[in-house]
C-alpha cells in the first residue's frame, strides 16, 4: 500500500518568496507521484508528475519538485510567490500497475501582499 | 475542449433520502473515477470504471453506495438513504487511459453534498 504525508496543512508566505510545501511517501514498490492544485470551487488540476527518469519535475506556473529516494521525499517549491498561487495543494502517489491515487491531506497556501 | 463537468454543483438533503451525483467525462476518455473530498477522511477513491470492465468497487465506503457508468460515457453516483457523514464534496475524473505514468486523471469541479 502507498501512502503520502504532507508535513503543514497551512503555509503563509509573502508575495515574491520561496514557496516550499512538503510530501513524504511511503511505498513497497517505486512510486508515481503527482502534485495537484486545487483553486477554491474547482476541481484539482495536475501541476506536474514523477514516473521515471529525471528526478527534478518542471510543471506549470513556474513550481517544481524533486524526487528524492533516499529521504521518500517529493518536495514541491516555487521560487517566487504570486497572489494567483494562493491555493490547495495535494500530493499523491500511485505505482506503475495502478491507477487509484492515495492523497495527502493538502496544504493551504495563503499569500500576503 | 470540454472538461470534466458534474451535476449539480451543489446538492442539499434531509437524511435518509437518496441522491444521485453525475459525471460527464472529457470525449474519448475511457477511465472514470469516482472520488470523496471530506474535512475528516481528505481525499478518498471511491470507484473506477475502465472500458467494459468490471469496475472497481473498492473505495465505497458502505453498501448504500453505488455507481454506473452508461455507454462507456456518463456515470452516475447513488447515495440511498443518506447521513449526514455522506456530506462531502464527490469528484469525479476521467483519463484516457488507465496508465499513470502517461493518462492524467482530470478532475471535474465536484458536487458538494450537505446531509441535513
Known amino acids: 500500500a502507498q501512502s503520502v504525508t504532507q508535513l503543514g496543512s497551512h503555509v503563509s508566505v509573502s508575495e515574491g518568496a520561496l514557496v516550499l510545501l512538503r510530501c513524504n511517501y511511503s511505498s513497497s514498490v517505486p512510486p508515481y507521484l503527482f502534485w495537484y492544485v486545487q483553486y477554491p470551487n474547482q476541481g484539482l488540476q495536475l501541476l506536474l508528475k514523477y514516473t521515471t527518469g529525471a528526478t527534478l519535475v518542471k510543471g506549470i506556473n513556474g513550481f517544481e519538485a524533486e524526487f528524492k529516494k533516499s529521504e521518500t521525499s517529493f518536495h514541491l517549491t516555487k521560487p517566487s510567490a504570486h497572489m494567483s498561487d494562493a491555493a490547495e495543494y495535494f500530493c499523491a502517489v500511485t505505482r506503475s500497475n495502478d491507477y487509484k491515487l492515495s492523497f495527502g491531506a493538502g496544504t493551504t497556501v495563503t499569500v500576503r501582499a | 475542449g470540454a472538461g470534466v463537468s458534474q451535476s449539480p454543483s451543489n446538492k442539499v438533503t434531509e437524511k435518509g433520502k437518496d441522491v444521485e451525483l453525475r459525471c460527464d467525462p472529457i470525449?474519448?476518455?475511457?477511465?472514470l473515477y469516482w472520488y470523496r473530498q471530506s474535512l475528516g477522511q481528505g481525499l478518498e477513491f471511491l470507484i473506477y470504471?475502465?472500458?467494459?470492465?468490471?469496475?472497481?468497487k473498492s473505495g465505497l465506503p458502505s453498501d448504500r453506495f453505488s455507481a454506473e457508468r452508461t455507454g462507456g460515457s456518463v456515470s452516475t453516483l447513488t447515495i440511498q438513504r443518506t447521513q449526514q457523514e455522506d456530506s462531502a464534496v464527490y469528484l469525479c475524473?476521467?483519463?484516457?487511459?488507465?496508465?499513470?505514468?502517461?493518462?492524467?486523471?482530470?478532475f471535474g469541479p465536484g458536487t458538494r453534498l450537505t446531509v441535513l
Open positions: 470504471f475502465q472500458g467494459n470492465s468490471a469496475p472497481d
Open positions: 470525449s474519448g476518455h475511457t477511465a
Open positions: 475524473a476521467s483519463s484516457l487511459g488507465a496508465s499513470p505514468a502517461t493518462d492524467t486523471q482530470y
